[in-house]
């Protein structure tokens, strides 16, 4: 053998194992680069996944903090309707009306006077709680179906207090006075018409 054939085989052998060791390097430093961004992701996701029980937990709050602003809000709109921020005499009347129908009643007139302001006790309501008198007449019925009315008046949802009851049996007449309140601004008489 020559040494011209020596050094080839030698420089192949050699050539080889240069490629072998690069390669092994290749994939050494590949695994290692591979495995410590293996460890980076694996550890991002815990961290998002911790990120994320987080956010569902403050979620749960926010929705439980929902349901109970619109129970509040459902709440709030019964108080109105107990206790309006207004007078509105044409509510009033139309319920103090629907429900004389509803017990075969005929509601004859209806009068609206200002009472006196509710004052209010020291660290109670910032609002002044105003009063209005109503007087109305109601005509027809007997005994039992006026009994219903004056029933369906206490279970109407607007605050609604009897004050006197007279009956003038000659015309089948009776004649209430009730109390109803509200918030808001006060009652004004309206001015004369000249």
Do not use: H
Not at 60 to 71: M, W, Y
Not at 80 to 85: E, G
Not at 137 to 164: M, P, W
């Amino acid at each position: 053998m020559s040494f011209a054939e020596s050094f080839i085989k030698i420089y192949k052998l050699l050539l080889l194992l240069v490629i072998a060791a690069a390669l092994c390097v290749f994939v050494a430093a590949s695994f290692l680069l591979y495995r410590t961004d293996i460890e980076d992701i694996k550890s991002r996701i815990v961290q998002k996944q911790a990120v994320l029980a987080e956010k569902e937990q403050e979620l749960g709050r926010a929705k439980s903090i929902k349901i109970d602003f619109d129970n509040i809000g459902e709440s709030s709109k019964k108080i109105i309707d107990i206790l309006p921020l207004e007078k509105d005499l044409p509510g009033i009347f139309v319920q103090l009306e629907a429900l004389a129908i509803k017990n075969n009643l005929f509601l004859g007139s209806l009068d609206i006077a200002a009472g006196e302001n509710l004052e209010e006790k020291e660290g109670v309501a910032a609002r002044q709680l105003n009063k209005l008198i109503l007087t109305l007449n109601v005509k027809g019925g007997d005994y039992f179906t006026f009994k219903n009315y004056l029933a369906d008046i206490e279970n109407n949802l607007r605050l609604l207090d009897i004050k006197s009851i007279a009956y003038t049996p000659d015309s089948n007449v009776y004649s209430l006075t009730l109390n109803t309140y509200y918030f808001g601004e006060q009652y004004e008489e309206p001015e004369p018409e000249e």
